[in-house]
């Protein structure tokens, strides 16, 4: 999961672009953040890449982010895509905490 959306981020930044995951802990749910400053994307494409077998790349299979989303959805957790064109794209995955009894 972490590798396809970090691959993913890396491929869509320039040369000297940036690539960030970042981790946080609450009380409730585990939250991972992947953030890139690439070029981001058009409003039609966020509505369309977690469709199987849909890509934009040209090598690209249409796996990859329904993968993501169905393992995040396995651990009953959630995903979501912020994206702006020309300033980046970010991921944001939330995943329930064990409730310890």
């Known amino acids: ?3 396809n959306l970090v691959t993913n981020a890396a491929e869509a930044i320039e040369q000297d672009g940036n690539v960030t995951v ?4 609450t009380a409730d749910s585990t939250v ?3 953030l890139d400053d690439g ?3 058009e409003p039609a494409l ?3 890449v977690f469709e199987l077998f849909y ?3 040209t090598t690209g299979t249409g796996l990859g982010l329904p993968i993501v989303r169905k393992i995040v959805e396995a651990h009953r957790g959630t995903v979501d895509l912020n994206s702006k064109v020309g300033k980046g794209t970010q991921f944001t995955i939330v995943l329930p905490r064990r409730e310890h009894p």
Do not use: Y
């Not at 970042?22 to 802990?25: A, F, G």
């Open 1 to 3: 999961m972490l590798t």
């Open 22 to 25: 970042r981790v946080t802990n």
């Open 32 to 34: 991972i953040d992947v």
């Open 39 to 41: 070029q981001g994307m």
């Open 46 to 48: 966020k509505f369309r």
């Open 55 to 57: 890509t934009a790349k």
